[in-house]
């Protein structure tokens, strides 16, 4: 923004404020209206301003402790209480003995937990699993997340402190990609300058060590997170009428090996960076789909990607970069797809216009920790789609759009 483009709306600002408009007089005597005194005590005394209070205090309450709320599902969490309540509903004194944590302070967290519906109470003073509990039971994925947010929390101790210093986010640490990770030789063993960019023809290397317990722990995270995706993606989307799938940003090939034992028919193949795809083809030799799965190693960002997929799936890649490695990766997919071929794209989304959407914070917050990308509209990413080519561009309504909500385009 040029220092005129500035000096311009801060002008226009200035008379704004000197000749509000009759919508922002209006506005103004609302917040008025709302942040009095006399209009709280007025509400109280009638029943439908009452009512209307009380779910306002109730919603503001929640804000104020949900951090205490989060911090109850991990200890939880951490205690397996879920698995140990849904195995045998149990007493204070039974889950005191097997927690090792001394009743008084446990009766404080499970009466919290019976509070949030994590817990329920059950016959003979027993602590049975609640409405809420019961998908973390269930769900290994959703305990690993909740263990994960451990790191986010950390950061968002100070929030300030990470607005104005992201870089400082020990999420940054988490999460490696994209910048130095060498396309297929060891960096030791290639001159100093840029990565040599590495033909998808070779298969993933095995990875550096350094590099290995990094990749491996967030793809670890990625992969049980990802079972909750696959049950969305295979319930909207008729995979079996493709011939070939690719699915960029793979991670550890929980996707394509679901997608093979599903459709018989189908030939897969992955790309991700060389350590990441080097656990990808484990996984494949471990489940024997070698001849139907083969995985690349590369990075989308320097390496041309595998071309013969009539059909590329892009899950939960796009946010984690900025618009210009989505717009040059878009571009590349188009380019590896042949006419008629499509694009299924996955992730969470932002709610348009700041309407109200529980996750959105949590993403924009996650993100910023992360240190690259961010959360994008639907319409943004359909934009970016069809910036890249492609056409009929549409949202694909899933049952869950809380984990991703899905994008389908084509290249004509
Ligand atoms: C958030 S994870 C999602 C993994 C998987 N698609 C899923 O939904 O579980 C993003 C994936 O993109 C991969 N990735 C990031 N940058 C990449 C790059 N430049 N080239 C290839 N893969 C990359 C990461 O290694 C990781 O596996």
Redesign the pocket.
Known sequence: MSGTGEGARAIKSDQERQDPTWRQRLDARIDGWLTSQGLYRWALGNPVGRWITRRRANALFGLMSGFVHSQVLLACVRLGLFERVLAQPSTLAELSRQTGINKDALQRLLDSALSLQLLEMREGQRYGLGPLGAPVAAHAGLRDMIEHNAVLYQDLRDPLALLHNPEGAGMQAYWP??TDIPAREPAQARPSGPAKPVSPAHRAEDPRPEQDSQSARY?AL??SS?KF?IEELLAVYPFGRHRCVLDV???QGGWVCELARREPALSLML???PP?AALARQRIEQAGLTDRITAYGG???ADPLPQGADLVTL???AH?HSDEVVRGLLQAIYRALPVGGSLLLAEPMAQPGGRPALSDPYFHFYLLAMGAGRLRTASELGALMQAAGFSKVKALPNPMPLHASLLLGQKR
């Open positions: 990609y994209p793809s990625m992969s990802q995706l940003g793979g991670g790309f991700d960076l990441v990075s989308f960002t899950l939960r890649v984690d």
